[in-house]
């Protein structure tokens, strides 16, 4: 609707060119409210999978023989294992978080579905 609106002083263009600068910002915050909203992983797949993972490192940890390449073995695996656990919920939350998603491509498809 702000862009059918036709402006004919240099004010009005300004006002135009605002309101449709808080268009686009208030659409962000709406499409950032509805991507915190709810989560995709569900919480009893993860309380089943870290206890997976424990019970798995914890047998490993158990059989294995205790020198120092079975520890650091173990340690190793552990460290990728709880690594890419983490990544999986980091990359839940795509706008927060060390691996952050850009905002410009949604904004530049608002502005162009605006226009």
Do not use: H
């Not at 978080?97 to 410009?104: F, K, P, T």
């Amino acid at each position: 609707m702000v862009q059918r609106l036709s402006p004919v002083s240099e004010e009005q263009k300004s006002l135009k060119a605002e309101a449709l600068r808080i268009s686009v910002d208030v659409a962000q915050i709406r499409a950032l409210a509805l991507a915190r909203e709810s989560t995709s992983i569900p919480i009893p797949f993860l309380v089943i999978l870290v206890f997976w993972l424990a019970v798995l490192f914890a047998g490993f940890g158990l059989f294995a023989p205790r020198n120092l390449t079975g520890v650091t073995t173990l340690c190793i695996c552990a460290l990728s294992a709880s690594a890419a656990l983490y990544l999986i919920l980091d990359m839940d939350e795509p706008l927060t978080g060390l691996m952050q998603v850009s905002i410009e491509p949604l904004r530049n498809a608002l502005a162009a579905i605006g226009s």
